[in-house]
């Protein structure tokens, strides 16, 4: 078991600590955010939103549902969703006040705007989250916070350069089922902790296609962003997730929530795993598909307390799960019905009823508004997000050269320098800070 | 030397000619579809370098041959996308032979920026000279990305032509410019950035400011203290930009041998003080060291506006010293409303059954959101059964409405004791204390509460009826299937129909709750409850969840049901569920039960 097994707590702690304390927000009054000008009339935390697609519309409720939470703005490289989430918030307000931007950094330049959300596709979570540090906004990021290991470093270097509250949007650390998996593997109930496993869905592919003409609503210079010009092609453009410079696959994008809980649970968020390796990884078949990333495999990585971690790409999406293996046990948390199983079985008895699974956002949430007025950091500030990230970060990099990888968590560099070169891509003009 | 094997040479020569011209042309012929590789073209050729590049990793041999094939994707003839496929290949194992083929790229604006990709991973100082040299032959976008990349490499070398880019004309530019500066860690890129600072130009400001940080951040690492604690102060000064003010408090703080203590009082004594840099300076306070830390700032609290104290308050508690309890519990007769709710909260999350007293006293604050924060506190406070049993006295010594609140506390926080205090209270002769005792154990029972749970089974065996009564209803309440056995016997056995109909209603409850995972032990369950069923009402009941059961044999069981005319239509309703639950896992069983349903209303007709 790595660190120290803390005081047996026994369920009544454990339901006593996930008690919410009662929900009647702190109202800070402007000046202490900050802003020119004094007290706002409302006392709430205005929020924008860069990227409003799919994921922020399933996570603004979480927001919009918070009596100290003002929406102010969305901005969107696409113009159908800008409206159409402007209509989502219109709606909400009862009013038609929400400003639309074609341009994220107007929505930046904005004073009155004190925080915030950034759900655009992965190639942009780290460079808009710095772009928001640099204009002196806080910011609550999707995950996986970057594409690149590298410029996950400079994300974390800039948030503190600003004193950015930053909060990764790993929110099954205030999900109950995560919670209590935690909880029991900290207090020894599975026995020596020895393998961390997990599995995300297979990977898609994406046929061969030409370049078409950019749609008239699309803004596809944005859209790229800080990746480096290509054509547009519409099955790699919806397709994202299945290249590398833009989503990295599966193994990565679900990968870095469980990469995110087996770091909290194994208590090394500032630090990580020392060795990493793939085995039995296909890939599409490049005489059919122009997709990337791997469709299956398994990505291994090795601490140096001798703990494992395995993430398996296979199976469908509802066959995810995490589980943690100890030399006396097991406990799971299967993702898709928020079920937790265990063997020894009277673990579960422990388990408090009720609480919130993970797709409710809103305890991640409040603890992000909560850092806001205090300046303290949230429970997934940037060097505990960048750390998550760089698991499969480095795990991708040792799927693309093939090969076993040592790595150093404290200078952050592997014993490979093609590895090393892997860790960062240039980013183009002007979409980058 | 003789013929013979001046002969042999000439051969080993002309083998060698001829063997690498065969390479070159199979290099080239292996090479030539991925040059003219477009979206909509297959990629074997390109998965094919990539398998090169692969095994070229930490061979220097096979890299320098890899390198070059992707270097002959970088001549005219082949496409953009060959172009830059190749450039993300040299990224990763380019080398110094790359750099004229690269050196033709970054001077075109089309293909700047694939170049610099290429140039990314490539540490050579000769990279960082074809950069600066092709500044000057390229414009707009083109130099934008150039000058970025030189802010990538930090090289010294770049000081220069940098400084003269910060005073372009071009707004974009001159900040890149600068942001570049500010990356590299050099005595002469500190000074450059320090006169942008004196020369004040409202475009640059933030650009100048995020570069001050980084050169002081670079000081402060060198050693050089004196220097980076002047230019942080400077950039405390109320014209720069909130975020730049608090990134420089933040580093004085972090380097201050005392971990900022002085300068936190300094920041809050400040007549006026920046609302930005006090927020800051109270979210160190937790990491100060030294029980003098807590009275000092405790002393400070009174003088602070609420929303500052609210965050002290908060600060202080998470330093968990004797002082910093005294100052938190001082605040719960703070005259600021939000002040007290932050004491009351902070003191739920850390004490124990001392604290009791002191939250009870906030249940009867005039402000509602006042008593349901203290209601909170008391249900978190730590210290399990001797808070408990701290908060019962408290109770105790509480008479009428004064008690109801604590009475849902005690649920709140569950248990042992306070379910045996909240079956007790139950018995009471005051109607609105017992009905609040009640729906405490019902809010218990929502909860699962394992040792809750034993209270009131023992309470349903012992000989006090009321308490019998009262534990059976909130046993009927139970989530989850654990109470199921208790239920079962009062089912079954007890002769009592009001209590038997309750254990009723509670066991169909916890089956249906049970139904979203079918097995055959719940089928099980079910089939105890209709084998135990005494009438019609019993097996509509139980019937009306049953059909949730997305299970065969519950399917098996509820089928001969449709033969019981007291209960049909009940029977058909779960019949026609339970068939379209299983039509995709079970077909043939659902097909001829939905056929049995058809059958039995022609015959009804």
């Known amino acids: 078991m790595t660190g120290p097994i803390p005081n047996r707590m026994g369920r009544r702690g454990f339901l006593r600590r996930c008690v919410a304390a009662a929900a009647v927000p702190l109202i800070v009054p402007g000046r202490v955010l900050g802003r020119d000008g004094g007290v706002a009339p409302s006392n709430r935390i205005a929020f924008g939103a860069i990227g409003v697609g799919p994921r922020a519309r399933h996570i603004l409720p979480n927001f919009l549902c918070q009596p100290d939470v003002q929406w102010v703005a969305v901005s969107e490289a696409r113009a159908d969703r800008l409206a159409s989430a402007k209509e989502m918030i219109d709606a909400h307000y009862g009013n038609s006040d929400c400003l639309t931007f074609g341009d994220f950094r107007d929505l930046l330049a904005r004073k009155e705007i004190d925080a915030v959300l950034i759900a655009t596709g992965n190639r942009w979570h780290a460079m808009a989250s710095m772009f928001a540090a640099h204009a002196g906004k806080d910011v609550y990021c999707e995950k996986p916070v970057s594409l690149t290991m590298r410029e996950g470093r400079l994300m974390v270097e800039t948030c503190q350069r600003f004193g950015t509250i930053y909060q990764a949007g790993t929110q099954r650390r205030a999900t109950s089922s995560y919670r209590f998996a935690r909880e029991m593997v900290r207090q020894g109930r599975v026995g020596r902790l020895q393998t961390v496993e997990s599995q995300v869905w297979t990977g898609a592919t994406v046929p061969h296609q030409k370049a078409t003409p950019i749609p008239r609503e699309w803004n596809y210079d944005m859209w790229l962003g800080p990746v480096q010009w290509r054509p547009f092609v519409p099955g790699r453009v919806n397709g994202w997730t299945c290249f590398w410079d833009t989503g990295e696959g599966m193994h990565t994008d679900m990968g870095t929530h469980y990469a995110d809980q087996m770091q909290w649970v194994l208590e090394t968020d500032h630090t990580g795993p020392v060795e990493f390796d793939t085995a039995d990884l296909v890939w599409p078949d490049p005489a059919q598909f122009m997709s990337e990333t791997a469709l299956s495999g398994t990505f291994r990585c090795r601490y140096a307390s001798g703990v494992n971690g395995v993430i398996y790409q296979r199976g469908a999406f509802k066959d995810r799960y995490i589980r943690y293996i100890g030399d006396e046990g097991w406990i799971q948390v299967d993702d898709h019905t928020d079920a937790v199983t265990a063997h020894p079985a009277s673990i579960l008895n422990d388990r408090p009823a009720g609480g919130v699974s993970w797709s409710d956002a809103s305890g991640h949430i409040v603890n992000f508004l909560k850092s806001i007025r205090s300046r303290q950091p949230t429970q997934c500030n940037p060097e505990v997000a960048h750390r998550a990230q760089s698991i499969v970060g480095a795990m991708t990099i040792a799927a693309r050269l093939g090969r076993k990888l040592k790595w150093d968590p404290a200078q952050e560099r592997f014993d490979l320098e093609e590895a090393n070169r892997m860790m960062w891509r240039e980013p183009r003009a002007p979409w980058c800070v | ?605």
């Open chain 2, 1 to 605: 030397m003789n013929v013979l094997s001046q002969q042999w040479r000439f051969l080993a020569c002309a083998t060698l000619v001829i063997a690498s011209t065969v390479q070159a042309a199979d290099t080239a012929a292996q090479t030539a579809p991925a040059a003219a590789y477009e979206s909509g073209g297959d990629c074997v050729s390109l998965r094919q370098l990539e398998q090169q590049i692969r095994d070229a990793a930490g061979d220097s041999g096979r890299r320098a041959a890899c390198e070059a094939a992707l270097l002959r994707l970088l001549d005219d003839g082949s496409t953009f996308e060959a172009k830059r496929f190749a450039c993300s290949g040299l990224a990763v194992i380019g080398s110094e032979a790359s750099l004229p083929a690269l050196d033709r790229l970054l001077k075109r604006e089309e293909t700047v920026g694939i170049a610099c990709l290429a140039l990314g991973g490539l540490r050579s100082a000769q990279a960082g000279e074809r950069l600066r040299a092709a500044l000057a032959e390229t414009r707009g976008a083109a130099r934008l990305q150039l000058v970025s990349a030189l802010g990538t490499r930090a090289e010294a070398a770049s000081v220069e032509p940098l400084v003269q880019l910060a005073n372009d004309t071009d707004a974009a530019l001159a900040c890149a410019a600068v942001r570049a500066l500010g990356a590299i860690d050099a005595r002469e890129a500190r000074t450059a950035v320090a006169a942008l600072r004196r020369k004040d130009t409202p475009a640059l400001a933030g650009a100048v400011g995020a570069a001050s940080l980084r050169g002081a951040e670079q000081s402060f690492v060198c050693g050089d203290r004196t220097a980076a604690a002047a230019v942080c102060e400077e950039l405390l000064a109320p014209a720069w930009p909130v975020n730049v003010r608090r990134g420089a408090l933040t580093l004085l703080l972090r380097n201050d041998g005392d971990l900022g203590a002085q300068r936190i009082k300094a920041v809050l004594s400040e007549k006026p003080s920046d609302p930005a840099l006090v927020a800051v300076a109270i979210s160190r306070v937790p990491a100060l060291r030294g029980e003098g830390v807590s009275k000092l700032f405790g002393e400070f609290l009174p003088r602070l506006p609420p929303g500052e104290q609210v965050l002290m308050v908060e600060a202080l508690a998470a330093r968990e010293d004797a002082a910093a309890q005294s100052a938190v519990r001082s605040q719960t007769s703070a005259t600021d409303p939000a002040v007290r709710c932050a004491a009351l909260t902070a003191i739920g999350e850390r004490e124990g059954a001392s604290a009791v007293d002191v939250l009870s006293r906030a249940l009867t604050s005039p402000t509602p959101d006042e008593r349901k924060v203290a209601q909170a506190a008391l249900a978190a406070l730590k210290g399990g059964e001797a808070t408990d049993q701290a908060i019962i006295d408290a109770l105790r010594a509480r008479t009428g409405d004064d008690q109801l609140p604590l009475l849902a506390v005690l649920s709140m926080r569950g248990g042992r004791l306070p379910t045996a205090e909240l079956l007790t209270q139950g018995c009471a002769s005051d109607e609105a204390r017992a009905r609040a005792a009640l729906q405490g154990l019902v809010r218990i029972a929502g909860g699962g509460d394992a040792t809750a749970l034993a209270v009131l089974q023992e309470a349903l065996a012992g000989g006090d009826n009321r308490k019998q009564e009262i534990a059976l209803r909130a046993m009927a309440a139970w989530r989850g299937l654990a109470a199921w056995d208790t239920l079962a016997k009062v089912y079954v056995h007890i002769g009592d129909e009001a209590r038997r109909t309750l254990a009723l209603r509670g066991l169909v409850r916890a089956a249906s709750e049970a139904d979203a995972a079918p097995d055959a032990r719940l089928v099980e369950r079910y089939r105890q409850l209709l084998s135990g069923a005494r009438g019609a009402d019993d097996r509509k009941l139980i019937l009306s969840v049953l059909g949730g059961a997305a299970h065969p044999d519950a399917l098996a069981l509820a089928l001969p049901l449709l033969d019981d005319p007291a209960v049909r239509p009940q029977a058909e309703e779960a019949v026609a569920r339970l068939a379209k639950a299983l039509a995709t896992s079970h077909p043939e069983a659902a097909q001829a039960a939905l056929l049995r349903l058809q059958r039995g209303k022609q015959e009804s007709k």
